[in-house]
């Protein structure tokens, strides 16, 4: 559904990520609707006629753009994570991961709330796509006794929540690097919670 035509050699795969970046870059700085192909060819330096090459229509490039930021995405984070011995480490990293990969591309955020009046599936998709994965090891971590019984679908949700509006707290908003002691304080407070026991 996202795939845009395969290149067949080296070339044509660079061709190709040329119009990406350029269509990330014009679709975080104007908009989905205020930017044309034109805009895209125009800033990747390639003919009119090159882009459907590889797309039929701008709202493919769109679709494949956010198919292939999630990818991206997931995999730096389970490539980084690799190493972690605990599922509390693993988030730790997770976390980090995710608020480098947005430094690098500060538009996924427009892009992506966007996407869900451009196309509302793939907006979806996206989420549901990046909790699947994240109820699978919430899963694995209740088996293995590292986490508490609790509905993994709603705790994916929840620490997917947390990610996202922090990294829009301080790399969207601040400009900044998420700083290590916010991000043991969030893991203090997930490893916790945030009431006294004695006082609910």
Known sequence: MYLANEPKTKRGYETLKKICDSAEKLFSEKGYYNTSINDI???ASIAPGTFYIYFND???VFQYLIHDLSKELRKQIKMESSNCK???DAEFQGM????KFVQSHTGLYKIIWESQF??????KAYYETFAERYIANIKLAQEEGEMKEMDPEALAYCLMGISNFIGLKWVIFENREVPDETIEQIMAFIRSGIFK???V
């Open 41 to 43: 060819t125009s800033e």
């Open 58 to 60: 701008k709202k493919s």
């Open 86 to 88: 605990t599922r509390y």
């Open 96 to 99: 980090k991961s995710f608020f």
């Open 118 to 123: 451009v196309d509302f599936e793939i907006f």
């Open 197 to 199: 026991v004695d006082k």
